[in-house]
């Protein structure tokens, strides 16, 4: 009888427990050391985007001074940008994320779509800034390294988008260049386009001959604006 008493109770003990366990985790996100990984990375995601989107706002107001915002933009956009690529997978569009989790955030939005912080985008007068020469030489770099990569045939979209995303800065930086630069709104629709991409996926060879050629029109309209081609006396390899 003492067996039996002890056996049911033992039984009572193992179900009131499993219970206890099934409504425990029926109040946690989570189940694993990868979903919570997972929600760490939505919660960062979240609270960079919040954080830029008042960032935008305390500038507009002028509640922090151009060179602590601007510092403080290129860090944030540097994280979204580290972030992303580990949340590819779960989260292949931030538009959606944004949308779910009613993030109203459109001054952010448009910062993370520029990829540069507002001094950059507007070309705010700073002082010890770079010489003309300096902005315009970095910019022929990066618009012959683009062009490189494509013609050894690296048509993934980590070997192209941070190429295009290091153009499209050093684009900015040139003050000669007018605000609507052609050249720079292609390589922009560019970027987002491998901005919706995952890490591995490729250019097919069609799209990889037009973003060369875009880049390479880029390149042209560049130095047309900035006198010619004489001013570095060399063509892009």
């Known amino acids: 009888i003492l067996s039996a008493a002890a056996f049911l109770t ?44 008042k960032l935008e706002k305390a500038y507009v ?3 922090v001074a151009s060179a602590a915002y601007d510092a403080s933009c290129a860090e944030l956009i540097a994280k979204y940008k580290t972030l992303r690529t580990v949340t590819e997978d779960s989260v292949p569009n931030v538009q959606h994320f944004m949308a779910i989790y009613m993030m109203h955030c459109t001054s952010a939005r448009h910062r993370l779509q520029v990829g540069v912080p507002a001094t950059v985008e507007h070309r705010v007068e700073r002082s010890g800034k770079r010489t003309t020469a300096v902005s315009v030489a970095e910019c022929v770099h990066h618009y012959i390294g683009a062009m490189d990569t494509l013609k050894l045939n690296m048509f993934a979209k980590d070997q192209l ?6 153009l499209l800065l ?19 629709i560019w970027r987002d386009r ?43 390899s």
């Open 170 to 188: 050093s684009i900015y930086k040139v003050p000669q260049l007018p605000a609507e630069f052609i050249g720079k709104t292609s390589l922009q």
């Open 194 to 236: 491998l901005e919706r991409m995952r890490a591995s996926d490729e250019l097919n060879a069609d799209e990889s001959r037009q973003l060369l050629y875009d880049i390479e029109l880029s390149y042209n309209q560049f130095m047309q604006l900035l006198g010619g081609n004489d001013i570095f006396g060399q063509e892009p």
């Open 61 to 63: 107001n002028s509640t």
């Open 10 to 53: 033992a039984r009572s003990m193992r179900h009131t427990y499993a219970v206890g366990r099934r409504a425990a985790n029926a109040n946690k996100l989570w189940c694993n050391k990868n979903e919570r990984r997972q929600y760490d990375d939505f919660a960062n995601l979240y609270s960079i985007i919040k954080m830029i989107d």
């Open 161 to 166: 988008a941070p190429c295009l995303s290091d």
